[in-house]
């Protein structure tokens, strides 16, 4: 655990009453006691010092107090992606692993790491567990948002409320793990024509917003890295279904101002175009102080 996160249950007071799977994850899976600490955050990403008063293993009882002024700093660098020490073996500073290096000793120094802009994933609904494995990938990699769509190819083409929940603990779940700062929410499912009333050019007027879509078909007229030359306050990244998106859905996607992405020949799977999609979003504009781009 690097970054523990609050429930939704805690009402925002000094303390907080953990129920019985979270209090066994912190006794029994990272062994921690009565006296020890760690970093956490609440749903809306605010950042707390937790700190344990009673280990019971069935309700484990914390104190949260907020992160001081002074140490905002602190928490937009572990933001920005400093490491984080991981929680482990019952003591506050003890880690499983040694803090890495963005570079090796003695090699060039550690590339500056643009801020990322804000990322919203859509996604159309996929078979099983798929779903559940983009929703944690996209959770640890800071994805603001994740948007199920309910698209032509989609199989379930609906979703339940237990889904839903099973989907926000699976996000707990990854934030906790990797520590991201970014408080990834899952949004109810909604149809591609409701996610484009809603994220498209004609209701978005803030900040500049780059908007794709990914298809197996080379119809991107341009490369990502000419889509991520210019500065852009958000990111909405849309994959489709197994299947893709239908020829219909295509055209929604254009008169709504988005433009299409290509990942490259291969054929990919609806999960895995997904994470390729938005690593390579996300390392574009982490890294684009360090890249030239030769249009």
Same mark, same amino acid.
């Given at each position: 655990?690097?970054?523990?996160?609050?429930?939704?249950?805690? =009402? $925002?007071?000094?303390?907080?009453?953990?129920?019985?799977?979270?209090?066994?994850?912190?006794?029994?899976?990272?062994?921690?006691? /009565?006296?020890?600490?760690?970093?956490?955050?609440?749903?809306?990403?605010?950042?707390?010092?937790?700190?344990?008063?009673?280990?019971?293993? /069935?309700?484990?009882?914390?104190?949260?107090?907020?992160?001081?002024?002074?140490?905002?700093?602190?928490?937009?660098?572990?933001?920005?992606?400093?490491?984080?020490?991981?929680?482990?073996?019952?003591?506050? $500073?003890?880690?499983?692993?040694?803090?890495?290096?963005?570079?090796?000793?003695?090699?060039?120094?550690?590339?500056?790491? *643009?801020?990322?802009?804000?990322?919203?994933? *859509?996604?159309?609904?996929?078979?099983?567990?798929?779903?559940?494995?983009?929703?944690?990938?996209?959770?640890?990699?800071?994805?603001?948002?994740?948007?199920?769509?309910?698209?032509?190819?989609?199989?379930?083409?609906?979703?339940?409320?237990?889904?839903?929940?099973?989907?926000?603990?699976?996000?707990?779940?990854?934030?906790?793990?990797?520590?991201?700062?970014?408080?990834?929410?899952?949004?109810?499912?909604?149809?591609?024509? /409701?996610?484009?009333?809603?994220?498209?050019? *004609?209701?978005?007027?803030?900040? /500049?917003?780059?908007?794709?879509?990914?298809?197996?078909?080379?119809? *991107?007229?341009?490369?990502?890295?000419?889509?991520?030359?210019?500065?852009?306050?958000?990111?909405?990244?849309?994959?489709?279904?197994?299947?893709?998106?239908?020829?219909?859905?295509?055209?929604?996607?254009?008169?709504?101002?988005?433009?299409?992405?290509?990942?490259?020949?291969?054929?990919?799977?609806?999960?895995?175009?997904?994470?390729?999609?938005?690593?390579?979003?996300?390392?574009?504009?982490?890294?684009?102080?360090?890249?030239? =781009? =030769?249009?």
């Amino acid at each position: 655990m690097r970054r523990f996160v609050l429930p939704a249950s805690w =009402n $925002g007071g000094p303390d907080c009453r953990l129920d019985a799977r979270d209090s066994r994850r912190l006794v029994q899976v990272l062994r921690l006691r /009565a006296g020890d600490s760690f970093p956490a955050m609440s749903a809306d990403g605010s950042l707390y010092t937790c700190r344990i008063l009673k280990d019971e293993l /069935a309700s484990v009882l914390l104190t949260v107090t907020p992160v001081v002024p002074q140490d905002a700093q602190t928490g937009r660098a572990e933001a920005a992606g400093e490491y984080l020490t991981d929680v482990r073996a019952g003591r506050p $500073g003890e880690s499983s692993q040694p803090p890495h290096r963005a570079m090796p000793e003695g090699g060039s120094q550690t590339p500056e790491l *643009a801020e990322l802009p804000d990322f919203t994933l *859509a996604l159309g609904l996929l078979k099983g567990s798929k779903l559940d494995d983009v929703v944690r990938m996209a959770a640890e990699a800071g994805v603001r948002r994740i948007v199920p769509l309910s698209c032509a190819r989609s199989v379930p083409r609906h979703e339940d409320g237990a889904r839903l929940e099973r989907l926000q603990r699976i996000v707990r779940e990854a934030l906790g793990q990797s520590g991201s700062a970014v408080p990834t929410t899952v949004e109810p499912i909604c149809s591609l024509p /409701a996610f484009l009333n809603t994220y498209g050019t *004609a209701s978005e007027a803030s900040a /500049a917003v780059l908007r794709l879509y990914f298809h197996e078909q080379p119809l *991107a007229p341009y490369s990502l890295h000419q889509y991520c030359t210019d500065s852009a306050g958000a990111v909405v990244a849309c994959v489709g279904p197994e299947g893709g998106f239908s020829p219909e859905e295509l055209l929604f996607f254009d008169h709504a101002g988005f433009s299409a992405a290509w990942l490259g020949p291969a054929v990919l799977r609806a999960e895995s175009a997904a994470i390729f999609a938005l690593a390579s979003l996300r390392l574009l504009f982490l890294e684009r102080n360090t890249w030239i =781009n =030769n249009e």
